[in-house]
């Protein structure tokens, strides 16, 4: 069955270092990737995307996302953490289209990411 | 653009009750997809529509369910509910073709 699996189901770095969460996914062709946020009581907010073309995504707030087909990972990095960044993370995969629509998001467990000042 | 709302945002129910959740897509989006989302099981797809009708459908039994209506807006139902139905329900719309964009969730509580 395909899935995503983020190994890391909390993580804590200081404020001003890198960061990469991790993400694999386990299915026979090239999905759409998603990374989504999520601050505690919140909805999802889209941080990037890769549907095909370049394979290192750039998001909003300072993200990017490399996709690596031969290692079926799609790990979220960001240079320079801020205290902000603290919210748990969800990697997602849609498998193909359906008329045009992605409506069937399969997510990772999460990541929760702590930033220490 | 606004944003996709859900309403109620916090509900409480007691076993063995129905609730309806509403769901607002942006405007313009004719897709609403629906998820449960769980401390234990994460966040699962439950069902999506498309132009009112019901396109996927996650693996939830029979007691939930869900509509369209002709402006898009969406309702998910949950009948009988069990205490194993709390959960953070979240709504998602989307054009065709594009990216889910989430609202920030209905908060059920069942005792």
């Known amino acids: 069955a395909q899935s995503v699996t983020q190994p890391d189901i909390h993580i804590t770095v200081s404020e001003g270092a890198s960061l990469e969460l991790r993400c694999n996914y386990s299915?026979?062709?090239?999905?759409?990737l998603f990374w989504y946020v999520q601050s505690p009581g919140q909805g999802l907010q889209l941080l990037l995307k890769?549907?095909?073309?370049?394979?290192l995504v750039q998001g909003i707030k300072g993200f990017e996302a490399e996709f690596k087909r031969s290692q079926s990972s799609f790990n979220l990095r960001k240079p320079s953490v801020h205290w902000s960044d603290a919210a748990e993370y969800f990697c997602a995969v849609v498998l193909g289209k359906y008329g045009g629509s992605q409506g069937n998001l399969i997510f990772g467990k999460g990541t929760k990411l702590s930033v220490k000042p | 653009k606004a944003g996709v709302t859900q309403t109620p945002r916090y509900l409480i129910k007691t076993r063995g009750q129905q609730v309806t959740l509403s769901c607002s897509p942006i405007?313009?989006?004719?897709?609403v997809s629906w998820y449960q989302q769980t401390p234990g099981q994460g966040l699962q797809f439950l069902f999506e529509y498309f132009s009112e009708t019901q396109r996927n459908k996650g693996n939830f039994p029979g007691r939930f369910s869900g509509r369209q209506f002709s402006n898009s807006r969406s309702e998910m139902n949950v009948s009988t509910l069990e205490l194993g139905d709390s959960a953070l329900y979240l709504c998602?719309?989307?054009?065709?073709?594009?990216?889910?964009?989430f609202g920030p969730g209905t908060r059920l509580t069942v005792l």
């Open positions: 405007s313009g989006h004719r897709s």
């Open positions: 299915y026979g062709a090239t999905p759409y």
């Open positions: 998602a719309s989307s054009p065709q073709g594009g990216t889910q964009y």
């Open positions: 890769y549907f095909s073309g370049d394979t």
